[in-house]
């Protein structure tokens, strides 16, 4: 067990765990949030993903040890944004919600891409999703649902 002090959505949190728990342990076992979900646990689906000082990483791949200092956003974070209203809402429109399990991994990649690219080609959108995995929709919606976003989230990244 150690002390590990770390940014989680604007503040700052203290656990007391072993330094090699998987961080995405951490966040849906010790602290509650649950909106990160565990599909794989091998670093193949995404839909653990959080960002680590603006980076997009898998939390299943996290040791503790390595949040030290950073700055977390999980997508309970995100979701008190004007960019993730926009994405909810894009997503509901579109259909590109079924079980859920992917959706938190596919709007943080989304956000992710449009942080970076406000405007991005179909080719762009698949590219950036290439590393979420869903078993439910077919992947069409969910790209639909990004180009939506970048449509009428216009001015907001
Ligand atoms: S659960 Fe982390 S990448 Fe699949
Ligand atoms: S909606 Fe079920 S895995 Fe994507």
Known sequence: MAKVTFTLNDETVTVDEPLNMRFLD????????????????????????????????NSCLLPLASVEGRDIMTIEGYR??????????????????????????????????LNRNPSPSEEEIRIALAGNLCRCTGYEMIFKAVKRASKEGEGLW
């Not at 509650?32 to 599909?39: A, D």
């Not at 926009?86 to 990649?109: R, S, W, Y």
Request: aromatic letters at 6%; glycine letters at 16%.
């Open 80 to 113: 008190e944004t004007k960019r993730y209203k926009v994405l909810e809402n894009a997503f509901v429109e579109e259909g590109a919600v079924q079980c859920g399990i992917c959706t938190p991994g596919m709007v943080m990649a989304a956000e992710n891409l």
């Open 26 to 57: 951490i966040l849906r076992k010790e602290l509650g949030l649950t909106g990160s979900k565990e599909g794989c646990g091998e670093g193949e689906c995404g839909a653990c993903s959080v960002f680590m000082d603006g980076w997009l990483v």
